[in-house]
């Protein structure tokens, strides 16, 4: 006999109440929470009643794995980024802004891998996806499209066209016969993602995911979505610019160091090898307020600009405005340049940009950014040759940052002629990039603004 069962259950959080009421207790939500009719067959699951295998313990000596065990999409952003390929039978889950270029990724990938892929889609019609698949000049003949949000019948046709991945966009309009709610409620994407996870290991065919975001960025829906699948990546840039970083959140069977670089171009999503070239800014002529860090993201160094601007107030308050960079932090670097240098910037306005529309979280750049404000403010131009990567204290001092080597590196392959980093990083000499080394942030005013 199925059991029925009412839930309130918050839409934000996914905490459960057994009545009504209008603000959520654990993360103080207003009218987030909906009566839920959880009708939860306690005797099967929709794919466990069509395959019944069953497991047997195994040692952990007698497992074997090969080299090929991964799945290489040929998308060498992607699959660096996931740890070196899709691991068969695990959940991979995408989240990111609308119109950011989700669907068009995991398209992109369907079309680039080699093996039988099924494409699913609850959010647009057959001829949309082939008008989106006509626009990327990648082609995979096994490639299958569906249109379709009931779990069970996806899995029907997985049964039939036995694909290598199956992905589905988005799980917010998956809906499954076991609960009576809606598409998108937190009971239905609970339910279809155990049931996912439940498939993907019993057959070991992985799944990739797309998850809409709510109005604070996080994955709709409670983190439990977030605790069940193997890999969550976001991806995220400035609907405005090009550029695309496929960052990791979290990964089962790899390092959330990773990162992959995009370009979102008229013929789809490019992988951008070589990021140093495009993140500094093509003129010749730099004016103020430019400097150029050399940060490391994921495994990889690459020069980025940091552009600042230092006005006057004209009104009461000063604006202080950032793109790319923790507004907090900057707030952080401008009280340190007024408590220990005696700049006076509590009257003016400033602006920070990072360009490409990238969000950078290694805080090397710090030298960069009190730089680039230093000189915008002094309106002295930086030599367009020099670069910065250290972490500033909230003493003044400039702090040693890791994997200086790299960074270093990175810098001379690019002609770069000065280096400003911290005193506490290992003495690192080059023959041909000159490398400063500061101790306090009163000794990168001498060399910046004489
Ligand atoms: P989409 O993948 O639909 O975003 P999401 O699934 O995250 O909501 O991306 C839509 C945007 O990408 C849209 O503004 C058009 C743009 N786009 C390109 O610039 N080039 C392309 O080749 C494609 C397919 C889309
Ligand atoms: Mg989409």
Not at 236 to 244: A, M
Not at 289 to 307: D, K, L, T, Y
Request: net charge positive; proline share 2%.
């Amino acid at each position: 006999m199925n059991k029925i069962k009412t839930s309130y259950t918050c839409q934000e959080c996914g905490a459960q109440y057994s009545k009504w009421q209008g603000q959520c207790n654990k993360c103080q939500s207003w009218n987030s929470i909906h009566e839920e009719i959880v009708n939860i067959s306690r005797k099967k699951t929709s794919f466990s009643s069509i395959n019944n295998t069953n497991s047997n313990p195994q040692k952990i000596n007698n497992i074997e794995i090969n080299d090929h065990y991964r799945i290489i999409t040929n998308d060498n952003e992607f699959d660096r980024a996931i740890g070196g390929g899709i691991v068969p039978g695990s959940l991979i889950l995408l989240g990111g802004e609308p119109g950011i270029g989700k669907s068009t990724l995991f398209l992109q990938i369907s079309l680039m891998l080699s093996n039988k892929v099924l494409y699913v889609s609850g959010e647009e019609s057959e001829a949309q996806i082939k008008m989106r698949a006509d626009r990327i000049k990648y082609n995979n003949d096994n490639c299958y499209i569906l249109t379709e949000n009931k779990i069970e019948n996806i899995f029907h046709q997985v049964k039939k066209i036995k694909p290598h991945v199956l992905i589905i966009d988005s799980i917010q309009t998956l809906n499954s016969q076991l609960v009576d709610t809606a598409s998108g409620s937190i009971s239905q994407l609970k339910t279809c993602t155990s049931e996912l996870i439940n498939f993907a290991k019993t057959t070991s065919i992985p799944v990739l995911l797309i998850g809409h975001i709510n109005k604070e960025g996080h994955i709709a829906g409670p983190k439990i979505l977030e605790h069940m699948v193997d890999t969550v990546l976001q991806f995220e840039g400035d609907r405005n610019h090009f550029y695309r970083i496929l960052r990791v959140k979290k990964n089962r069977f790899g390092s959330t160091n990773e990162l992959g670089i995009y370009e979102m171009l008229n013929e789809g999503l490019k992988e951008i090898k070589n990021p140093s070239e495009i993140l500094i800014s093509s003129s010749n002529q730099k004016l103020s307020g430019s400097a150029i860090s050399a940060i490391i993201e994921g495994s990889r160094p690459f020069m980025i600009e940091v552009q600042a601007l230092v006005s006057s107030a004209v009104y009461g308050t000063p604006q202080r405005s950032s793109t790319g960079f923790n507004a907090k932090r900057l707030n952080m670097l401008l009280a340190v340049l007024e408590k220990r240098v005696g700049f006076k910037l509590g009257m003016k306005d400033i602006f920070l940009n990072i360009t490409g529309g990238i969000k950078v979280e290694d805080t090397a750049i710090d030298l960069a950014i009190v730089s680039a404000i230093l000189s915008s403010n002094n309106e002295i131009k930086i030599p367009e040759d020099y670069c910065f990567a250290a972490e500033i204290g909230l003493s003044g001092e400039i702090r040693p940052v890791q994997r200086i080597e790299q960074r270093i590196k990175e810098a001379e392959k690019l002609g770069f002629s000065k280096i400003f980093i911290s005193k506490f990083n290992d003495k690192l000499t080059s023959k041909k990039i000159k490398v400063v080394a500061l101790s306090k942030i009163d000794e990168l005013i001498d060399h910046i603004t004489r």
